[in-house]
């Protein structure tokens, strides 16, 4: 995202703009000035520092559709089959004026001479029925704006999801807290995963559809997260973000001569084979799931085929 700053003085004007490269709090501004002639033969740089409160969200989109196919369970929250939300008559009160009389019990009047009515039952209320949780990391930028879109989708003011992010050490009450966790999460970047700590916290009946975010690079997270999976016996599932507009807009910093005489590999391929060794850690923890925000397309990432010995003396 880019934020555009106007400043107009008295004989001229200019306007710039922020292209920040991920989410964060900010304090200050350092503008590097480089002033020098039409030849690049002399030139003087300067440095002004300016005072300032920028927060950068991360990426905002239209992700309804991409959080639906991630959690999609078909199922609607509510403990019975109905889906009613109202009670059965079966509680009693005294009456009040203005009660209806078909609620009046005039078996109990007979008996008592009191007045008592029906009432329903205490409101069935939504359940919690998913634990989402986002891991800040290496390469995070993309998960931090599906785990925006997981708040601004799900939500958990309506108790439909609980959700944490590492290093904030508690469940966001609202989504205002949870986007504020997910931009100081960028300081815990590199600080062990706090998830053993925060799964106590959530119903053990949620722990079972667990969604962990994770970053597009391993780190020390893999461990906690196995032993989250070992200690309440689950197989959560870890969604993995891109974004397909980085990769289209990569420069190339090698030259042609570079290219064309050495056999170095190059930053696609390194990304691919760390991304293969990511899926194959995270599928022998649980189910993963590749999401792409610039499209939109989720996809289940299937286990490799486990390779078979043939035994010795065996027909080929």
Not at 29 to 51: E, N, Y
Not at 123 to 146: K, N, R
């Amino acid at each position: 995202m880019g934020l555009n700053r106007r400043e107009k003085p008295a004989f001229l004007w200019f306007e710039e703009t922020l292209v920040p490269r991920g989410r964060g709090r900010f304090s200050a501004l350092h503008r590097h000035i480089v002033v020098s002639d039409i030849f690049g033969m002399t030139a003087i740089s300067f440095t002004l520092k300016q005072d300032v409160d920028i927060e950068i969200t991360p990426e905002k989109a239209s992700f309804e559709q991409m959080v639906f196919q991630t959690t999609s369970s078909g199922e609607d929250g509510y403990s019975h089959p109905s889906g009613d939300p109202r009670g059965d008559l079966v509680e009693m009160r005294r009456y009040q004026a203005g009660d209806p009389l078909r609620l009046v019990l005039w078996k109990v009047f007979a008996r008592s001479r009191k007045l008592v009515v029906r009432t329903p039952e205490p409101t069935i209320t939504q359940q919690t029925e998913l634990f989402v949780y986002f891991i800040a990391g290496a390469h995070d930028e993309s998960s931090a704006a599906l785990a925006r879109a997981f708040l601004a989708v799900e939500g958990v003011d309506t108790a439909n999801m609980a959700f944490s992010v590492s290093g904030a050490g508690r469940l966001a009450q609202n989504e205002a807290e949870g986007v504020s966790d997910i931009i100081d999460s960028v300081t815990h970047r590199s600080q062990p995963c706090d998830l053993l700590d925060i799964a106590p916290t959530v119903d053990r009946s949620v722990l079972g559809k667990t969604f962990i975010l994770v970053p597009n690079r391993l780190g020390p997270w893999i461990e906690a997260a196995r032993s989250f999976a070992a200690q309440y016996q689950i197989s959560p599932t870890f969604v993995v973000s891109s974004d397909s507009r980085q990769a289209a807009t990569q420069p190339q910093h090698d030259s042609f001569v570079r290219r064309l005489f050495c056999t170095t590999q190059t930053n696609s391929e390194n990304d691919a084979k760390e991304t293969q060794r990511l899926y194959e850690q995270l599928q022998s923890i649980g189910t993963v799931k590749s999401v792409d925000i610039a499209t939109g397309a989720v996809c289940d990432i299937a286990a490799p085929p486990r390779r078979q010995t043939a035994a010795k003396g065996a027909l080929t």
